[in-house]
Nanobody, 128 residues
Framework: VQLVESGGGSVQAGGSLTLSCVIS????????MGWFRQAPGKERGTFAG?????????????NYADSVKGRFTISHDDAKNTLYLQMKNLQPEDTAVYYC?????????????????WGEGTQVTVAS
């Protein structure tokens, strides 16, 4: 299973970005997915400080971190095998590397240890 993120970049506070994650190679029947972020100063490639931002289970039920509720929206396009994270009213504290993750499961736990498959991450930088 491969996950490839795109859509990161630099924006001013109050701006918007939409991240995409193309998921390929999955042959199972149920897939739960999530977006995580890792703030600057944390070792990239490890789970240290990796925060669950939003998740969606195989039935389409979503879950969000309190810090992003009302600003971020997670969605999945089955036909395109693509996971999205629409981010609005971005703030400097949203600056991080954003990762998408997937797991063959009917349910969702928005913790990094739950997921087996990960993308390489995409940088989001929000200037004040």
């Amino acid at each position: 299973v491969q996950l490839v993120e795109s859509g990161g970049g630099s924006v001013q506070a109050g701006g918007s970005l939409t991240l995409s994650c193309v998921i390929s190679g999955f042959t199972g029947r149920e897939l739960s997915m999530g977006w995580f972020r890792q703030a600057p100063g944390k070792e990239r490639g490890t789970f240290a400080g990796r925060e669950g931002v939003a998740g969606i289970d195989s039935k389409g039920t979503t879950n969000y971190a309190d810090s992003v509720k009302g600003r971020f929206t997670i969605s999945h396009d089955d036909a395109k095998n693509t996971l999205y994270l629409q981010m609005k009213n971005l703030q400097p504290e949203d600056t991080a590397v954003y990762y998408c993750a997937a797991e063959s499961s009917t349910y969702l736990l928005l913790t990094p240890e739950f997921f087996s498959y990960w993308g390489e991450g995409t940088q989001v930088t929000v200037a004040s």
